[in-house]
């Protein structure tokens, strides 16, 4: 099994953007479970809901930083570059999430489905940010 997650997350060409494609869809789930795991740790010390899925929104940006900027994509720019361009495109993402739900929410969506819609629309738009201007 170790093999096959080493294969997984071994570099390869920046051209072969399918293969990153899917390793940016496989460890966004990763950074998910991080942010659902520590804000559920969190929630279990009795803090503040909000409080708690910011600290796991934290640990689970982290979490694709460092897939995205170690496995994923072969970053021309060092890490103290990169990093304030990621942290620029998380607040882009959020507020286009936002945007996004607001609109699907305004033609009567509901919550759910609004929600799934703008996070597979953003995941695009993400990988995009990440491969051609983040880790550019």
């Known amino acids: 099994m170790n093999g096959v997650l080493i294969r997984f997350f071994k570099r390869r060409s920046a051209n072969d953007w399918k293969v990153q494609f899917f390793q940016h869809l496989v460890t966004g789930a990763v950074a998910t479970a ?24 934290l640990a689970g940006a982290s979490t694709r930083f460092l897939f995205s900027y170690f496995h994923i994509f072969e970053p021309e720019r060092d890490v103290i570059k990169a ?48 491969k051609y201007w983040v880790f550019k």
Do not use: D
């Open 34 to 57: 991080a942010h659902y795991i520590v804000m559920w740790l969190a929630l279990s010390f009795q803090l503040f809901p909000v409080f708690a899925t910011s600290i796991g929104f």
């Open 83 to 130: 990093l304030p361009l990621f942290i620029l495109a998380l607040g882009l993402q959020m507020a286009a999430n936002a945007g996004l739900l607001t609109l699907l929410l305004s033609v009567n969506l509901s919550v759910w489905p609004s929600q799934v819609l703008a996070t597979g629309m953003l995941t695009v738009f993400n990988f995009l940010a990440y």
